[in-house]
């Protein structure tokens, strides 16, 4: 009886700190954020009395509507090009000598650690109208003096691509390296063609590390703000820009709100898919990777 | 039987893809071009111009405080976190505990700066460096704990129990078999902590309020503002101290970011 009391004790001795922390600064702010969006703004940048629909109401407006699907639509094609790059990349990984496999895994990883701010930088002076990328496009004919290859969807896309690559590769060769590449070469043996061996038999033993790459570019993607910021151009904001507006010109606390309620809904989903699959995989070990951005 | 020399051939162009830009970033930022367009020859000019921007100097100041702050808390925060997660996994209490760990990693950031920012603006705390270390560790502690748990994992937890059937009491048990073997995870997360610290840009920027500056908010208004070959220069003196971080890290734990969770 004393050391089950004893052990409670230790328990919560040990719970409380980051518990009690995260409630403090993660929980309560979050509900916040929903609570908020049913307030109206005073003009002065504060919160005005009383509750309101209206914010939620004008985001059915096309204006917004138009945006969360530049939202949704940009972080599919983002995570869709991960995706594409990081299997092979993650089987040419799993595939290779022990030796060549760490230093191959360190060129994967160092990205990782950048600074996030300095990769998106050296984009925008590679994209720059008087940068590298221009230059050898225009010499090969590829483009004209006037084409603009900064500030468009297509430069967002590129360089949502090149922040999040590294994460979707991670969890791809984790799965990759576990996985038994006898099988393959059986259903070679039993005449399947390479590139059918590849579909039937790989991508279905690395479903785990496939479902981990894509959720871990697609819900930062939704959330992205400062890619869209600094490559992207007036047709290409995200939700995420229009929150920053809102907060930092605007001054419109309640809209702020009532958009983040949109992104919280809209990451939801996918949430709660990696939460039944961590489920049904029991207790295995977390393995999650999230990139910085968004 | 002959291997596809496919995906090779598709992991040396993501390997290009990701090192080209910043290998010409560094070579520009020897370029006496202030442009960038076309090479003028080596020069230092830019890394000297540095030594005489007191503003960077002083959010680096800055950054560097926070992220030292950051750590410590973080790291005590995270670890008894992955204590508790660890000895009592069975216990409803710590379901609840480990979603509330998990799930700031899966949040995008820029929702949790905005949320933060409005817990603050009700709460009446003014902005600034001592919100920005509040919510700095309030994403730290997530990756810290995480790691940490990955180490608790791989433990053999039979010698502390040795330790304490010798006759070693709590506080001996935890300062001398414990921590010796939890050093490598406390040492990761640390580094992690610290080096997420001194980059994080979205959740800063929004809770810092107008005075208060650190490096990424600093080198933000440059890009933004176009001082272009200054930020080159800056890029790679943080590109080098970053690479070094990541090589003693890995020498500190061996693969450990790829087993660790994080």
């Known amino acids: 009886m004393k050391t089950l009391r004893r052990k409670s004790l230790q328990e919560w ?11 403090a600064f993660f929980l309560l702010p979050t509900l916040l954020v929903f609570f908020l969006a049913f307030r109206p703004a005073d003009p002065y940048g504060g919160i005005g009395p009383g509750w309101t629909l209206n914010t ?15 939202t949704l639509w940009v972080s599919l094609l983002t995570t869709a090009f991960c995706v594409l790059l990081a299997v092979p990349t993650g089987y040419a990984l799993a595939r290779a000598s022990e030796k060549r496999r760490r230093l191959l ?18 984009w925008k002076s590679l994209l720059h109208p008087e940068g590298l990328i221009k230059h050898v496009l225009i010499a090969v004919g590829l483009a004209d003096p006037q084409t603009s290859l900064l500030y ?5 896309v590129l360089v949502m691509v090149y922040t999040f690559l590294p994460f979707s590769i991670l969890p791809i060769y984790a799965a990759a390296e576990k996985f038994d590449f006898r099988l393959v070469e059986a259903a070679r043996d039993l005449g399947a063609r390479p590139f059918a ?14 479902v981990t790459a894509i959720l871990v570019v697609f819900i930062p993607a939704l959330g992205s703000y400062v890619i869209p910021d600094i490559v992207g151009g007036p047709r290409s904001e995200m939700i995420g820009n229009k929150i920053a507006q809102r907060v930092f010109v605007d001054r419109n606390l309640p809209h702020a709100s009532a958009l983040s309620v949109v992104l919280i809904l809209a990451v939801l989903a996918p949430l709660l898919a990696i939460l039944v699959l961590q489920r049904k995989k029991d207790k295995e070990k977390p393995r999650v990777i999230v990139p910085e951005d968004a | 039987m002959k291997r596809s020399r496919f995906p090779l051939l598709i992991m040396g162009l993501v390997l290009l893809f990701f090192y080209l830009p910043i290998i010409i970033l560094v070579i520009n930022s020897f370029n006496a071009s202030r442009f960038g367009s076309g090479w003028q020859g080596f020069s230092l ?11 960077i100097w002083a959010a680096a100041r800055n950054t560097l405080v926070i992220a030292v702050l950051v750590t410590i808390v973080s790291l005590i925060l995270g670890t008894t976190s992955a204590l508790a997660l660890h000895r009592f996994a069975k216990s409803r209490l710590q379901r609840v505990h480990y979603t509330l760990i998990y799930t700031p990693l899966v949040v995008p950031e820029i929702l949790m700066g905005i949320s933060l920012l409005m817990g603050f603006v009700a709460a009446g705390v003014g902005l600034g460096l001592f919100t920005i270390f509040l919510a700095h560790v309030t994403f730290c502690i997530s990756y810290v704990a995480l790691v940490v748990l990955g180490r608790l994992q791989d433990f053999d937890f039979s010698v502390v129990e040795a330790a304490q059937d010798l006759g070693a009491g709590w506080w001996a048990t935890a300062r001398k078999v414990l921590l010796p073997m939890l050093a490598p995870g406390l040492a990761a997360g640390g580094l992690l902590a610290f080096t997420l610290s001194v980059d994080d840009f979205v959740i800063t920027f929004f809770v810092a309020g107008p005075g208060a500056t650190t490096l990424p908010i600093r080198v933000y208004s440059m890009i933004k503002h176009g001082a272009t070959p200054l930020i080159n220069a800056l890029s790679t003196i943080l590109l080098v101290l970053t690479f070094t971080i990541v090589l003693v890290s890995q020498r500190l734990s061996r693969s450990n970011i790829l087993e660790g969770g994080v």
Not at chain 1, 13 to 23: H, I, Q, R, V, Y
Not at chain 1, 56 to 70: M, N, P, Q, V
Not at chain 1, 109 to 121: A, E, M, N, Q, Y
Not at chain 2, 45 to 55: A, D, G, K, N, V
């Open chain 1, 13 to 23: 001795l040990l719970t409380a700190p980051s518990f009690l922390w995260l409630a």
């Open chain 1, 56 to 70: 939620l109401k004008a985001l059915g407006h096309s204006y917004y509507l138009d945006i969360a699907w530049r």
């Open chain 1, 105 to 122: 895994l360190m060129l994967v990883i160092v990205p990782f650690w950048t600074s996030f701010l300095i990769r998106i930088f050296a």
């Open chain 1, 152 to 156: 468009n969807t297509g430069a967002v």
């Open chain 1, 197 to 210: 061996a590849f579909l039937k038999v790989f991508l279905p033993g690395i479903r785990s590390g496939l």
């Open chain 2, 45 to 55: 000019i830019w890394y000297r111009r540095l030594l005489h921007e007191p503003e």
